[in-house]
């Protein structure tokens, strides 16, 4: 709940004041958006938006697939929340690995259904915008911008559309 933005801080400024303004500045970011009920469950969903995709535009699509595939009991099986886990134990390589997967972390959002118990970053304005106001589409599944040389994420609604994109990658 510390809000990213830009900061004034004298220079000897405790940083107990810092996380008191930053929380104060997400609070007020968060009453002008609306964002009242569910609070704890919209900001780690928007967590999960902001660290996958840098594109605004992608981010309702993003909240899409999650909103989607929580409605049908899927995991989310989002490699953000892995790399997560595997931070908080101090067992991140740079890379995911099958261990990683198999972890019992409750972060682990291959191994478990639904949101992690907490955010995984500290969201932006469009992502939380994004997990409150989800696009509406069919899509369950998406290759991350990261993988394209576009920059661009593909996005699908069955595993079969989902392999061909993967294998496009």
């Known amino acids: ?8 801080f004298a220079l000897h400024t405790d940083p107990q004041e810092m996380m008191i303004a ?4 997400f609070r007020a970011a968060a009453s002008r958006m609306g964002l009242t009920a569910d609070f704890h469950q919209t900001v780690t969903l928007a967590s999960l938006v902001e660290k996958e995709t840098p594109i605004d535009a992608e ?23 892995v790399i997560y886990a595997a931070l908080l134990e101090g067992q991140y390589r740079g ?10 972390s409750p972060y ?5 259904e639904g949101l992690p118990p907490g955010p995984i970053c500290n969201p932006g304005l469009k992502s939380l915008q994004a997990a409150m106001h989800p696009a509406v589409t069919d899509y369950l ?8 040389p576009s920059g661009k994420s593909r996005f699908s609604a ?12």
């Open 158 to 169: 069955t595993i079969d559309e989902h392999a061909k994109d993967v294998q496009a990658y």
């Open 1 to 8: 709940y510390l809000f990213p933005d830009t900061y004034r």
């Open 141 to 148: 599944y998406f290759v991350a911008a990261s993988a394209d």
């Open 108 to 112: 682990n959002t291959y191994r478990h």
């Open 95 to 104: 890379t995911i690995y099958q261990s990683d997967l198999q972890a019992d």
């Open 59 to 81: 981010r309702p699509l993003v909240a899409s697939v999650f909103e989607n595939r929580l409605a049908k009991n899927m995991p989310l099986m989002t490699d953000p929340s």
């Open 22 to 25: 930053m929380v104060k500045r």
